[in-house]
């Protein structure tokens, strides 16, 4: 069974400063792992994702992420945080594809960010 | 940039009651997906679906849900007799054979059962 581990339920950074949202996977095989953000009452927006490659993938509003196979780790990072990345972070992970048509997401319990002005 | 819709946004229901939360998914997309989160907890998944059947399933998704693609555009999860548990947030998500590795989640529908 797949499993996804973020171990801070909320993360404080300050405006500028460098942030950093951890998650922690368990899948059989090379995982496919994906960040979502989800602003208060809306739902979630895709951000990255890591499927083969380069360990460190590039998204949306200068987000990256690292995959560390030997950690099982794909934790978020951006260089300088702004107030508008406040949000509720989710790593998940699925199954590499092996024709089954199995492609549902796991989610981790999701991480809030807080950027201080 | 298309977009993952859902309708209604908030829908509140007795006990008991039958309640069927519509999607729109991306138009060129193929496999579809229903999750749900509970208030406070993890999103989870419930069902996925393609070529016109269910692919796969979770145990939370039992026989009193069910999901049908009525047209070519719509995408439905019905529940058939509502409990307080099944309150939550429903998301359906979409994505492409091509990009099969990236689901794209709508708004969501939040359905309170009282």
New interface residues.
């Given amino acids: 069974a797949q499993s996804v581990a973020q171990p801070e339920d909320q993360v404080n950074v300050a405006e500028g400063n460098p942030l950093t949202v951890k998650c922690t996977y368990s899948v059989s095989g090379n995982p ?1 792992l ?1 960040w ?1 953000v989800q602003y208060p009452n ?5 951000l990255l ?1 890591y ?1 083969t490659g380069d360990n460190l993938v590039k998204g949306s509003y200068g987000f990256e992420a690292e995959f560390n196979k030997s950690q099982t780790s794909f934790h978020l990072k951006k260089p300088s945080a702004l107030v508008s990345d406040s949000a509720l972070y ?1 790593c ?1 992970v ?1 199954a590499p ?1 092996s024709g089954a ?10 991480t809030k960010l807080s950027v201080i002005p | 940039e298309p977009e ?1 819709t ?1 309708t209604p946004s908030h829908q509140v229901t007795q006990m008991g009651q039958e309640v069927i939360l519509r999607c729109v998914p991306i138009s060129n997309h193929l ?1 579809f ?1 229903w ?1 749900r989160q509970i208030l406070g ?5 419930l069902v ?1 679906f ?1 070529n016109n059947e269910i ?2 399933k ?1 145990e939370i998704f039992d026989d009193q849900f069910s999901v049908e693609r009525p047209d070519g555009s719509n995408f439905t999860l019905k529940i058939r007799s509502t409990k307080l548990e099944d309150s939550a947030m429903y ?1 359906c ?1 979409s ?1 492409d054979p091509r990009g ?9 529908t939040r359905l309170t059962v009282l």
Avoid: C
Wanted: net charge positive.
């Fill in positions: 496919y994906f979502y809306r739902g979630l927006q895709f994702k499927i989710f998940a699925r594809y048509g199995s492609y549902q997401l796991t989610f981790g319990k999701g | 993952v859902q496999y997906y999750y907890q993890k999103v989870e998944f996925s393609y692919s796969e979770s998301f998500a994505s099969v590795d990236t689901q794209y989640f709508g708004p969501g």
